[in-house]
C-alpha cells in the first residue's frame, strides 16, 4: 500500500472515530447473526438484505459464524463474547433448513484466554475447529468427541505468533493457512500473511515470501472461509476496517495462488450502512445452501438515560 494511500486511511479512520465517538454516546455496539437459503450461484452477490437476522440477549454479542450441516438443518459456531467479562467462548446453535433457530444456544469451548472465529474443517472423516486465540500467541486445532458440543484440543500448527482469525483451504494439492498478523508495525486489521503445508494438520507450515500478501485497512484482514464456485474460482471474503474494525464486507476473487506468488481481484464489496442499516458488517460464511453473516447494531448501555 503507497504512502498516500495509508495516509488517507489513517484520515478517514480518525474521522470515522469522531463521527462514532457522537453516534454511540450512551449505548454499545452489539453483533447479532444474520442467517438463510441461498444458492451458490449468488455467491459473488450475496442477498443480504434477505437473510434473517438472529439476536443474541442483550448482555452478550454472537459474531464470526461458521455453519456445517445437521440432521434436518444446520448448526451454526460462533463467537459469543458478554459483555461483561469481555472474553469470548465458543457457542453452537441449531438452525432448521431456512435457517431458523431450532433450539437454544450452548456454550461448546471455552479456556483462560479470548476464542473467537471458530473456522471449521473436515479431513480423514473427522471434524475440526481451529478457534481464534491471538492473545495466547497460537493457532491451535480440536478436533470434534461429540457434535456439536464436545471438543479436545489435538495439535498446535503455529506457535509463538500473534496471528488471528485462521482460514484453511486446500488448493492445487497444498494446504493454505490464511491469517492476520500484528509483528512489528504491521496491525491485525490491514494484514493478510499465508503459510503453507502438505497437510492441514502439519506443524511444519512456511510462510509465503509475499507476506503480508495484503497490506490495507480496506481488504486486508480475513472474514470467512475461502469460497469454492462451481467454475473452481476462490473467493477470499476480507474486512473492510478503514472507518473502523469491521464496518464492511468484501469478496475478491483469487487470481494467483502460488509458494511464490498472490493475486486477487476485488468482486463485491458493502457496508453495513448499505445493505440493511446497520453499524457493522463484518464475517460471512456458506455451506449447502446455507448463507450465515454477521451484523452490528447499536443498542441501549446498561444505566443509560432514554
Not at 438443518?73 to 433457530?101: C, K, M, Q, W
Amino acid at each position: 500500500m503507497s504512502f498516500l494511500r495509508r495516509w488517507r486511511q489513517q484520515r478517514a479512520r480518525r474521522a470515522g472515530r469522531r463521527v462514532d465517538e457522537r453516534e454511540e454516546r450512551g449505548r454499545l455496539r452489539q453483533w447479532f447473526l444474520l442467517a438463510g437459503r441461498c444458492d451458490a450461484s449468488q455467491l459473488t452477490a450475496p442477498p443480504v438484505a434477505s437473510l434473517a437476522p438472529i439476536y443474541p440477549p442483550d448482555d452478550a454479542f454472537w459474531a464470526d459464524p461458521f455453519c456445517w450441516p445437521a440432521p434436518g438443518g444446520y448448526v451454526v459456531f460462533f463467537e459469543e463474547l458478554p459483555f461483561a467479562t469481555g472474553r469470548g467462548h465458543i457457542s453452537a446453535l441449531p438452525l432448521d433448513g431456512d435457517g431458523r433457530p431450532a433450539g437454544a444456544a450452548v456454550r461448546v469451548l471455552a479456556e483462560d484466554c479470548h476464542l473467537s472465529y471458530p473456522f471449521l474443517f473436515a479431513h480423514g472423516g473427522e471434524l475440526y475447529m481451529i478457534p481464534e486465540k491471538g492473545s495466547a500467541r497460537r493457532v491451535d486445532v480440536y478436533r470434534c468427541v461429540q457434535f456439536p458440543e464436545r471438543w479436545e484440543r489435538v495439535r498446535t500448527l503455529i506457535d509463538s505468533a500473534a496471528l488471528r482469525d485462521a482460514t484453511l483451504f486446500e488448493h492445487e494439492g497444498r494446504w493454505w493457512l490464511f491469517c492476520s498478523m500484528t509483528r512489528g508495525r504491521l496491525r491485525a486489521n490491514e494484514s493478510l500473511v499465508a503459510f503453507h503445508a502438505d497437510s492441514p494438520l502439519s506443524d511444519r507450515w512456511i510462510p509465503h515470501p509475499g507476506n503480508p500478501l495484503v497490506r490495507d485497512f480496506s481488504r486486508g484482514r480475513p472474514a470467512g472461509r475461502i469460497l469454492r464456485l462451481a467454475d473452481g474460482a476462490l473467493l477470499r471474503p476480507s474486512q473492510d476496517c478503514v472507518r473502523r474494525y469491521g464496518h464492511g464486507l468484501n469478496l475478491s476473487e483469487i487470481v494467483t495462488l502460488s509458494p511464490r506468488r498472490y493475486a486477487e481481484r476485488l468482486v463485491w464489496k458493502a457496508s453495513g450502512e448499505q445493505v440493511g442499516g446497520w453499524h457493522g458488517l463484518h464475517h460471512l460464511d456458506w455451506c449447502d445452501g446455507m448463507l450465515v453473516m454477521d451484523a452490528q447494531r447499536l443498542i441501549p448501555a446498561p444505566g443509560a438515560g432514554g
